[in-house]
């Protein structure tokens, strides 16, 4: 369907009303522009020109009036000629007819709904295109470009275009300065514009230019008729007032500056131009390197010192400066009166060489464009001549063993040591014996050091009126004066005397017998509170303070207690040591003392470090139940009471070992002087043919050698009546033969010979010293023979071993009795009228378990074989029977049961123990009898055989009948043998470990099931399990004994002795003299070696104020 011609032509009227609107939008547009932007152009000149605004307000002020231009030429222009450019982004034909609306109301809404039927038309029916072209022909005569005046709608703006133009022609006619100075400016915003003052600024400064980091002062004077009196200076926009100097003239001072300054000055409200400060770079130094090029001898390792030109160096020292600089051309090196440049390597790179000689101060100048000479500030070089070496002895002499002097000191060179040593001399009279000398190690590198020798003498000294003079001597290594040497102080060592010896040995006697005797004393007071604290558990449930501070205390002294038992296993040590070295003591003597050292080692290791563990973790908390405290206290109270008596036995071993080196001692004594007194016998005899002359001389010394000889021997009578006082203060004297007799006759015969030698009777004297010597003589054997008797041989032996078969029947007894009476008390109970009886024989076991005990206590003191165990052992196996006791008494059957277990199982062991140490003498007995046995290990079998045929007889009991007192004893033989095995096992192990070699199998293991063997043939465990184990245990032993001999076939071709152990052993009295010798040696190690040689040495220097210090404190 087509349109009518009437519609058409109203929408082409449309189209113009809309081209006249956008006309209209951009007329209004321009006039706007041109009013206001007139109207900003003239305000912001003229505002600039009178009020001369800093940069940032014309900057403010520019883009206001850009921003308000732009608003303006965008929208009021551009979108304007844009919407008549481009049709499509008109308003629509809908905004049109409302805007020409309100100039025609009558046609509005028609024109709206001509325009909205028209939309639809294409989409509806005839009816809708009929009422369109009836509509549009009723406003055919309406033309809307009418509906808009540009002149009208537009007039307001004429009087603001008209005035702005105006006032713009007026003042670009009677002031264009105004707003060609004002726009000016805003447009040079960026740029400063200073008004003319009525005066001048004068800058005094020559040069603008200054040094990087260096101050610059600015000077100012001001010239003209009218001069302010303060003056500014901007620095990037900062106003800082000058410095008024006189008059007219001003300063001001930039601190460090770093880059170019701008500045500029400002009076009363006038501004100078502008000025700039150039900043130059400095020629200065980045990096210093010195590197310093030690003469060889002086075993310094090169060095390089960074950033520091003061150095201390040997003399001789190659110095090279390497400098690393910054605007830099040239750098001088300045020493006095030489000047001397630089080697330039590269950019900023120079290097200068140089031996230093002498000492000497020198400055390192710098040049570049902008200045001749920067001097550096003045440097020092500092030479070390080489000086002589310096060298102390300290000694320190073994009063134990007289073989080793510990030789220690101090050496320090400028550079360091080329050798010590020890040179020496052994003189006899002033006469020279021998002499030679040994190198002692020292650090070549080290400028101060400690040093000592642990010198072994072996066999330099003979005999003691031989001694030694000492000295060391120490070179430097000074390749440039030749090597020079210094020498310590003289130093002298000679062996005591014999009289000394035994004085030494006295002593130590005594403060070992005093630390014994304190022991025991604190061992009893500890018991003592010990029983205050059981009553103290029985009566409380929780323990108090001072209960815990109780118990406290004597842990504390038992503690204590072990110390003085460690000393006292330390002085019998030194003097058996010394004892074998300057005595003649004999096998028996030797024997015994290790073995009390044994005992004294026993009581030591006997510590029961989990029991100790225990008390201190009850007593650290804060609730315990005293039934805790007292089981642990009971434990350490038996533990305590076994120390006591083995303390008391220690004692009684000790006195008792000291009355028989002394009885050798005297006998060794009498024998010598017996001989003297033989060859005093025999030197009289040949005189007594010598003519008168010489006969004076020579009676007057035979009359002297007698009366030393009668001194020698009244000191021996001396010793021995002591010896007799000190053996009745033992509990079982010995038995010592009456000498009185002898001692009479000798006396007679002596002052026979003295005054028949008086008289000149020298054939008679003769005869005397002959009789007395004889005397003498049979005197020693005398001694001999209680010399064998004290040392366990014969009669008494034999008598002590006969008691120990007695203990070891009634110990076996009494097991036995006690085992019936267990099983007794498993068949009867609290109620059962047998019970009273059975309980008066547990009492009647106890008394003779007293028995027991009194009898192997006192064996015990005597006999030194038999060891701590023993004791142990005791005291356990009344213990149990004490609390079966206590058991019975609250009728506890089964808890009295069990303690009777173990008081039979303790019982048991003590038979077994004392069978073994039964075993031990006899075959000590046969070897002191039989000259010509064989040792030890050849006359018993081996364990692997012994084993074997207790493996038979076991399996021979266990098809035979198992019940009776026949087949208890007989199992008690058996695990008897058992025990006596493995102690040959342990002594097998002992050998192994003295001698450092690696046990050939794990006979540890070995060993504790043959304890678990000997448990079940006391405890009648007798079945194929125990047969099947013993046999399994002899082909463990044949590969231990194996093991054993190939072990000792390498051991044999080390060809290493027992007796190097000894003589390479650092004695105990060295020990703490060593140690403070070595943490002297470390402290010297810890100066770091980083620090040259004066340093190091300052260093030494002040280690030895130190030591010196603490030297006069002590």
């Known amino acids: 369907m087509s349109k009518n011609n009437d519609i058409t032509l109203l929408f082409e009227k449309l189209k113009k009303f809309k081209n ?150 007026i003042v670009l006619l009677f002031a264009p300065y105004m707003v060609t100075e004002g726009s000016y400016r805003i447009i040079k915003f960026n740029e400063e514009f200073i008004p003319k003052a009525p005066f001048d600024f004068i800058l005094e400064n020559k040069e603008l230019q200054v040094f990087e980091n260096e101050n610059f002062t600015v000077k100012l004077s001001l010239e003209g008729n009218q001069i302010p009196q303060e003056v500014f200076i901007y620095k990037n926009d900062v106003k800082y007032k000058m410095k008024p100097e006189d008059g007219n003239h001003f300063s001001f001072s930039f601190n460090k500056l770093r880059s170019d300054l701008d500045f500029r000055f400002q009076a009363a409200g006038f501004y100078s131009q502008p000025y700039q400060v150039n900043v130059v770079e400095k020629p200065i130094i980045t990096n210093l390197t010195v590197e310093l090029d030690y003469p060889n001898y002086t075993q310094l390792d090169n060095q390089r010192v960074y950033n520091n030109g003061d150095i201390i160096v040997p003399e001789g020292t190659k110095v090279k400066w390497l400098v690393n600089s910054s605007g830099t051309d040239q750098i001088l090196f300045q020493a006095k009166d030489t000047t001397k440049a630089f080697k330039k390597e590269g950019d900023d790179y120079f290097s200068y060489s140089s031996t230093a000689l002498n000492n000497f101060n020198y400055a390192l100048g710098l040049k570049n464009e902008f200045t001749s000479n920067q001097t550096s500030k003045t440097y020092a070089v500092e030479i070390i001549k080489d000086d002589y070496p310096e060298i102390s002895l300290e000694s320190f002499n073994d009063s134990t063993f007289y073989n080793t002097i510990l030789v220690s000191g101090g050496i320090s060179d400028d550079y360091g040591i080329s050798a010590l040593k020890l040179f020496y001399e052994v003189k006899e009279n002033n006469e020279l014996v021998k002499s030679g000398n040994r190198t002692i190690n020292v650090s070549r590198g080290a400028l101060n050091q400690k040093y000592f020798l642990q010198w072994t003498l072996d066999s330099l000294l003979t005999n003691n009126n031989q001694y030694i003079e000492y000295y060391t001597k120490v070179w430097d290594n000074d390749a440039i004066n030749g090597s020079k040497s210094a020498t310590s102080d003289l130093k002298t060592f000679k062996l005591p005397s014999s009289k000394e010896v035994k004085e030494s040995i006295a002593k130590t006697t005594q403060e070992t017998e005093n630390e014994i005797d304190l022991s025991i004393s604190s061992t009893e007071d500890i018991n003592k509170k010990l029983e205050e604290l059981d009553k103290i558990l029985k009566t409380k449930k929780q323990l108090s303070f001072e209960d815990r501070k109780l118990l406290e205390d004597i842990l504390k002294e038992s503690q204590q207690v072990e110390e003085k038992m460690q000393a006292i296993k330390e002085k019998l040590a030194e003097n058996a040591q010394k004892r074998k070295q300057f005595d003649e003591t004999t096998e028996s003597l030797d024997q015994k003392s290790e073995q009390l050292q044994e005992l004294m080692e026993e009581m030591l290791q006997d510590k029961d470090e989990d029991l100790l563990k225990k008390i201190e973790e009850l007593m650290q908390q804060k609730q315990s139940e005293s039934d805790d405290f007292r089981e642990s206290a009971s434990e350490l109270q038996k533990r305590e009471k076994n120390r006591l008596k083995e303390m008391a036995r220690l004692m009684e071993l000790f006195k008792r070992l000291e009355i028989e080196y002394d009885l050798n001692e005297i006998k060794n004594d009498l024998e010598d002087t017996a001989k003297k007194q033989e060859q005093l016998s025999d030197k009289t005899n040949n005189k007594a043919d010598q003519d008168n002359n010489s006969q004076d001389k020579s009676d007057e010394e035979l009359l002297d050698e007698q009366k030393e000889l009668n001194e020698s021997f009244e000191d021996i009578k001396k010793e021995l009546d002591e010896l007799k006082k000190k053996n009745q203060e033992l509990k079982q004297p010995n038995q010592i033969e009456d000498t009185k007799d002898a001692e009479n006759d000798i006396d007679q015969a002596q002052q026979e010979s003295l005054e028949q030698l008086n008289d000149g ?301 000894e003589k390479n052993r650092i004695p105990g009295a060295f020990e703490k003299y060593l140690k403070e010798k070595r943490q002297e040696v470390e402290q010297l190690k810890s100066i770091p070696p980083t620090l040259s040689p004066y340093y190091k040495n300052e260093v030494n220097k002040y280690f030895d104020r130190i030591k010196t210090n603490n030297q006069n404190i002590k």
């Not at 006039?31 to 940069?55: D, G, H, K, M, P």
């Not at 982004?89 to 100039?103: H, N, T, V």
């Not at 014969?794 to 267990?822: A, F």
């Open 20 to 169: 006249k609107y956008y006309l209209n939008q951009l007329v209004k547009g321009l006039l706007l522009a041109i009013s206001i932007l007139v109207a900003c152009f003239l305000l912001f000149s003229f505002t600039e020109y009178q009020l001369r605004l800093n940069s940032g307000i014309r900057l403010l002020l520019l883009g206001i009036f850009v921003i308000i231009g732009g608003y303006i030429a965008i929208k009021y222009i551009a979108l304007p000629i844009f919407h008549l450019t481009i049709k499509r982004q008109q308003i629509s034909d809908e905004k049109a007819a409302e805007l020409i609306g309100k100039f025609f109301p009558e046609i509005q809404d028609k024109l709206l709904n001509i325009i909205q039927l028209n939309k639809v038309s294409d989409k509806e029916n005839s009816l809708i295109e009929a009422s369109i072209n009836q509509k549009s022909a009723n406003l055919s005569f309406y033309n809307f470009s009418q509906s808009i005046s540009i002149k009208k709608s537009n007039k307001r703006f004429f009087p603001y275009v008209a005035a702005s133009c105006l006032l713009l022609f």
């Open 761 to 1061: 009777q020298n054939q008679k004297a003769q005869q005397s010293q002959k009789k007395a010597s004889d005397k003498m003589k049979e005197m020693v054997q005398q001694m001999a023979q209680m010399q064998n008797s004290m040392s366990g041989g014969g009669e008494q032996m034999q008598e002590d071993m006969d008691n120990i078969r007695d203990i070891v029947d009634n110990l076996l007894k009494l097991s036995y009795r006690q085992e019936e009476l267990m099983k007794a008390f498993r068949e009867v109970d609290a109620s059962d009228p047998r019970f009273i009886t059975l309980s008066e024989e547990q009492l009647t076991i106890k008394d003779d378990a007293v028995i027991i005990e009194d009898s192997l206590t006192s064996l015990a003191n005597r006999v030194f074989q038999l060891k701590s165990f023993i004791t142990k052992e005791m005291t356990e196996m009344n213990t149990t029977i004490d609390q079966s006791i206590e058991s019975l008494q609250v009728r506890d059957v089964n808890k009295s049961v069990g303690y009777q277990q173990f008081s039979m199982t303790s019982m048991n062991n003590l038979a077994l123990l004392l069978d073994d140490i039964l075993e031990q003498m006899q075959m000590q007995m046969k070897s002191n009898q039989g000259a010509g046995q064989q040792s030890k290990n050849q006359q018993q079998a081996s364990p692997s055989e012994r084993q074997k045929a207790l493996n038979q007889k076991t399996q021979e009991l266990s098809q035979g009948q198992k019940k009776g007192r026949q087949f208890s004893e007989q199992l008690a033989e058996l695990a008897a043998e058992q025990a006596r095995i493995r102690k040959q096992l342990e002594e097998m192990q002992q050998e192994r470990d003295g001698k450092g070699q690696k046990a050939g199998g794990d006979l540890s293991s070995l060993m504790e099931q043959m304890e678990e063997i000997e448990e079940d043939l006391v405890n009648k465990n007798i079945n194929s399990q125990l047969i099947e184990r013993q046999q399994r245990l002899v082909t463990k032993l044949l590969e231990a004994e194996n093991a054993q001999q190939q072990q000792e076939e390498d051991d044999e071709r080390k060809g290493e002795t027992a007796s190097d152990y």
